[in-house]
């Protein structure tokens, strides 16, 4: 589980990075790569990381316009920049879920292969999360990931029955690459 966890914190777009300013006593979140506008506490729900003397440092809300970052409080200033960890779709986190140690790391080396990341996931339909765990199951879960450059499918072909666990990962980029990957 924590190799899963060093790899997830580590996935190239896995971020929103932006800038925040203090807008008519609201703290608004400037996303840096769309421009778009949000109320800070909407899109904050328990830890972020603040930009504090170059680097990256996990930061808390404490009271209203004061944060805690190392136990420290740190009064918020326009201008700072924050970094928010992006949330997975529920059905595709399920789904990641679902999947081995071993299964999970091939995915995760395929995706790298294109120059994807688990948080590149734009759809995915997950029939496995539907099927009841204590009969065997079988199927195929479609997912669709988008790395701004190319649209990858993924069509995901597993069998569960007990004694045996098997995923296949074909994928499948705009471009026609194609790769297939057995676990």
């Given at each position: 589980m924590k190799h899963r966890y060093h790899i997830m914190r580590n996935q190239p777009r896995s971020y929103t990075v932006g800038n925040i300013e203090c807008?008519?006593?609201e703290w608004i979140f400037f996303d840096e790569e769309s421009d778009e506008a949000?109320?800070?506490?909407e899109i904050v729900e328990d830890d972020f990381e603040i930009l504090y003397n170059n680097h990256w440092l996990p930061a808390r809300f404490y009271?209203?316009?004061?944060l805690?970052?190392?136990n420290e409080p740190h009064p918020l200033e326009s201008?700072?920049?924050v970094r928010i960890r992006k949330k997975l779709q529920t059905g595709y986190e399920e789904w990641l879920k679902e999947?081995?140690?071993s299964s999970f790391s091939t995915l995760t080396k395929a995706l790298g292969r294109f120059d994807y990341s688990l948080y590149d996931c734009i759809y995915c339909h997950n029939i496995l999360?539907?099927?009841p765990a204590s009969a065997p199951r079988q199927g195929v879960n479609f997912i669709v990931y988008d790395n701004g450059d190319?649209?990858?499918?993924l069509h995901h072909r597993y069998i569960r029955d007990g004694e045996m666990s098997k995923d296949i990962f074909e994928f499948t980029r705009a471009d026609g690459q194609m790769y297939k990957a057995d676990c």
């Open positions: 807008i008519n006593e949000s109320l800070l506490w009271e209203n316009d004061t805690k970052i190392e201008g700072e920049m999947l081995s140690d999360f539907f099927q190319y649209v990858c499918s």
